[in-house]
């Protein structure tokens, strides 16, 4: 126990609260049955400190930089979402389970463990990222703030640095998840040559932060470009989630659920999860928002909104492709040739002869 006081008091005197409450939870897991009044009391003491609140206590006012005095982080609360993020069920689980221990945090402390800090969330743009973070915000009932990187990023040479612990301080003093966005543009890979030494410096300074985020305080980032990253940044992070392009299904529930109308069309939102393959989502809400306000202003009908998309989208595609294209639309949506050639404008004659060359293994296709 002495080694354990001296250790806890070492740690106290450097400041390192991270390190110091890893210990107390050790030693309240240690003593449990030696010293059972201890025990409690290190547990007590831990469910009403930091483990309750993300913050120190201390208000702070919302960071600005020192010469614009423009807002360095965008905070949102309460957290409005037009729909539910989409997200494979093992992606779901995972982020699923930490907004849950954040619910049962107390759980967690009683077994000496304290909820996940960090999160690191990966993928190309567009494919969730960003509402996936205010989702967690959302479900774990705290507002969500964002670091705005095109007014953290400094000319002055040392002040970038400086704008980055202004607001990892003021998340820190103010109950919140914090999401750095685009996280490639600050934590570049330090053996970059074309980088100047002020962001080689920047990914060290975020490197000591993340290490040394409070317990009780959830950090998100994410990042667009993996590849950038450097290599130090991805050991920083509890949790690594990699957000996939969506599949199939997924396109076709994201087209119901941006269509925002029970009783679509199956077999056309089929079509459309087709003709979106190897897109984003949002590419797919924007493009089915577009529809519907068309749809608005013409009074007509769902249907009718998803055909002019469809329509549209097929236009997009080289006419040397696309009687290929209406062959395969055919086969993967069990729609009729008849339908497919309204939705197209390629014949039926056209449609058969590129299926019969599909069923032949391609041979005698142009």
Known sequence: MESDLVQLVQMTAAGNATGSHALLRRMARRYRTSTPALSRAIVEALREGPLRSAGSGIALDQPVDSDSRLPLIRQESPIILAHEPILPPHLRAALEQVVEEYGMRDRLLDAGLAPTRTVLLVGAPGVG?????????????????????????????????????????????????LLLDELDAVAKRRDDATEVGELKRLVTVLLQEIDSWPEGALLLAATNHSDLLDPAVWRRFELV??????????????????????????????????????????????DVLRAR??????????????????????????????????????????????????????????????????????????
């Open 129 to 177: 990222k960003t509402l996936a973070a205010r989702w967690m915000a959302r479900e774990v009932g705290l507002p969500l703030l964002t670091l705005d990187l095109s007014s953290v990023m400094s000319s002055f040479l040392g002040r970038t640095g400086a704008n980055v612990r202004r607001v990892l301080d003021y998340a820190r003093a103010t109950p919140s998840v």
């Open 241 to 286: 989630v990699h957000f996939p392009d969506p599949d199939e299904a997924a396109l076709v529930h994201g087209a119901a659920t941006f269509l925002d109308d029970p009783d679509a069309d199956q077999a056309l939102l089929r079509v459309i999860a087709h003709l979106y393959a190897g897109e984003t989502l949002s590419s797919l809400e924007r």
């Open 293 to 366: 306000r068309t749809a608005a202003i013409r009074g007509t009908s769902a249907v009718e909104t998803l055909m002019g998309l469809a329509r549209s989208r097929f236009a997009q595609i080289p006419a040397a492709d696309r009687g290929r294209a209406a062959a395969a639309l055919a086969e993967r949506t069990n729609l009729s040739q008849r339908a497919i050639n309204d939705l197209t404008g390629v014949s039926r004659d056209t449609i058969r002869k590129y299926a019969r060359q599909t069923a032949d293994g391609g041979k005698g296709a142009e």
